[in-house]
């Protein structure tokens, strides 16, 4: 089939994913199957902003205004067989209904033109004889059984997954009205399934049931054409020597919106890479915007703002007694940006900090350890909720009668955010909507930090997944965690979701930044001692501390083996170097965060972060 005898139908609903999935969609279609936008029919249902509608007008797509049909969910799909008539389109060859969670990565097949034609189902969903007792009832005779695509069970030929559909345009009016009237049916017999689970498949089974009612002629695809990349086997219709066209990811992206699978099949890699080729941009970047904050606003804790623990009620008595609430500040960090200078300048100029109002608590740190309040940190990890209050309490009721604020500083609230029990966030929630909550946020330059993060991990105890290993930067760019540290966007959102009447405040790494946050907390000015940094290793010292890594060592003994290193270094002198990524994976980075470069420019307006998410 050529492509231009083919249109392409979606379903856009008002779920966080959907318009960053469509987008994506469209734009692989277009650069995988030569399936110009023109040819998409871009359904919405009647809730969906009319900025989103106009984007997808902008590309090229034409669009159509439908009613959420029964549940208003999984349903919605059979509202688009009507389009052929509505929108005045000639008729074409045949149509290709596409859920949005859908990447196009090569030129499509069609078998046979003249049929319709879906993917088996995966797994045997409803039933077989759940399928058997609904095709008695809607007095249909029984299709024939097959297989399931991954060999679990058996069901009827006509069960397809719904995610890829072709019909032929002579067939559409009158499976339409067919497969509505089916749909209709289930959902006022929802007995007919043995649970409210089954119920999500009315769709499918309705479309089975509108194909053996009207008698029309099927085939099936090969799994190359409907490909689920949420499974860890191959399916059993997959054509190895074919490409990959369609993969169907479902929830299959990582933070940043790229496709991922388990499955370390050639094939299957190959067409996710050619799927990501496409995710590096966004047409709309609100649209990457309404993704990120849907990942970000998945449930914290059961239990709400409020942890059941005494000291939210010592705290709530405290504050009822205060004359004046202070305001409480949290200095996130991130690591690599000055954090240590500034906390060592914050500890030495305690007495001129409270003349201005400003109350840095004990930090209960032992020299050459920063004086920062780890143990914030170490209770949040832990989840303990009533640690992490008490020691909020203690400082409250600790600071001077003079100040009315109160300076936290830990650069692990950045980088063990993502190690949080949810219950501490839950607390870190209480305290927000309580006091006036502030968190300072310093970011650097992407590329700079992932490499300055990379070489202090190299370095750190092997206390965490990521430290103390022998790794490439390569290598340790594929863990999600270290991964996580470069999603600055996705750490102000979750920031924002946690800490919903907080103030963030962001700046950019610079060799003035120290100043430029002392400035913005009044205490500009400060006489600060001997400057403090943290000397990274050069190449040779990254290289010798990953062979280093090679062993298991007492900590005593591993913190003498880098002394000598660092001793060794400069004996190397001017002929060390600086450790540098290549340029390929220098372009990497970059492509990775692109998206959320994009984003934060817009949403930081005078390093504000906006006070509610902008819609679209």
């Not at 009207?214 to 054509?239: D, I």
């Not at 010292?541 to 900590?555: H, K």
């Amino acid at each position: 089939m050529q492509p231009d005898d083919l249109w392409v139908s979606i379903v856009v609903d008002t779920v966080d994913d959907h318009l960053y999935k469509a987008d994506l969609l469209i734009r692989t279609l277009d650069r995988h199957a030569s399936i110009p936008p023109r040819q998409v029919i871009v359904h919405y249902v009647n809730r969906l902003p009319a900025a989103a509608v106009a984007t997808f007008a902008r590309m090229g797509c034409k669009t159509r205004k439908i009613e959420p049909f029964l549940d208003g969910k999984h349903c919605n799909k059979l509202q688009q067989l009507s389009f052929v008539d509505e929108c005045g389109l000639s008729e074409p060859a045949g149509m290709l209904l596409l859920d949005v969670d859908i990447a196009v990565t090569a030129p499509l097949v069609i078998p046979q033109r003249d049929r319709v034609a879906g993917k088996i189902v995966d797994g045997p969903h409803p039933p077989i004889h759940v399928l058997t007792r609904i095709f008695e009832a809607a007095a249909v005779a029984l299709p024939e059984q097959v297989q399931c695509d991954c060999n679990i069970g058996k069901t009827f030929a006509s069960n397809f997954n719904g995610g890829v559909l072709y019909i032929p345009a002579r067939h559409a009016d009158a499976i339409g009205k067919s497969w509505k009237y089916f749909a209709s049916f289930l959902f006022e017999n929802p007995s007919l399934f043995e649970n409210d689970q089954q119920l999500r498949h009315i769709d499918q089974v309705s479309f089975a049931l509108a194909l053996g009612s009207t008698g029309t002629a099927y085939s099936h695809l090969p799994a190359n054409s409907n490909f689920p990349t949420h499974r860890n086997s191959l399916p059993r219709t997959l054509e190895a020597r074919s490409p990959i066209q369609m993969l169907h990811y479902h929830w299959e992206l990582n933070d940043f919106g790229f496709l991922r699978s388990g499955l370390n099949v050639d094939a299957v890699q190959t067409a996710i890479s050619a799927a990501n080729e496409c995710a590096v941009t966004c047409s709309n970047i609100h649209f990457y915007e309404r993704f990120k904050i849907g990942r970000a606003g998945r449930p914290i804790c059961c239990d709400g703002r409020h942890p059941k623990v005494p000291v939210v009620r010592e705290i709530l008595e405290w504050l009822a007694n205060a004359e004046l609430p202070p305001k409480l500040v949290f200095h996130a960090g991130t690591p690599k940006t000055g954090t240590t200078a500034l906390q060592f300048c914050l500890e030495e100029n305690k007495t001129r900090l409270a003349q201005r109002g400003i109350y840095y608590p004990h930090t209960r740190h032992a020299p050459p350890c920063p004086p920062k309040h780890q143990f914030l940190v170490t209770q949040m990890m832990a989840g303990d909720v009533q640690g992490l209050g008490t020691s909020v309490l203690s400082a409250l009721r600790a600071m001077p009668s003079n100040t009315n604020l109160i300076l936290f500083s830990a650069e692990g609230l950045f980088n063990h955010w993502w190690d949080f029990a949810a219950e501490s966030r839950a607390m870190l929630g209480f305290l927000a909507s309580t006091f006036q909550l502030e968190v300072l946020i310093c970011f650097r330059d992407v590329v700079e930090f992932a490499v300055s993060y990379y070489c202090q991990s190299v370095r750190n105890p092997p206390v965490h997944p990521c430290y103390g290993r022998d790794l490439s930067l390569e290598e340790m760019l594929e863990d999600e965690w270290f991964r996580k540290h470069l999603d600055y966007v996705g750490f102000l959102m979750e920031i924002r979701h946690s800490l919903g009447d907080a103030t963030i405040r962001t700046f950019n790494y610079t060799d003035t930044v120290m100043s430029e946050i002392l400035q913005y907390l009044g205490a500009g000015g400060l006489e600060c001692g001997v400057a403090r940094h943290n000397e990274a290793l050069h190449r040779q010292g990254i290289e010798m501390m990953r062979i280093v890594n090679r062993y298991r060592l007492e900590p005593g003994i591993r913190d003498e083996v880098l002394s000598r290193i660092r001793e060794i270094e400069v004996m190397f002198g001017e002929q060390l170097e600086s450790y540098r990524p290549s340029a390929v994976l220098t372009r990497s980075i970059r492509r990775l965060t692109e998206k959320n470069h994009l984003l934060i420019a817009q949403l930081l307006t005078g390093s504000r972060f906006p006070d509610k998410y902008p819609h679209h």
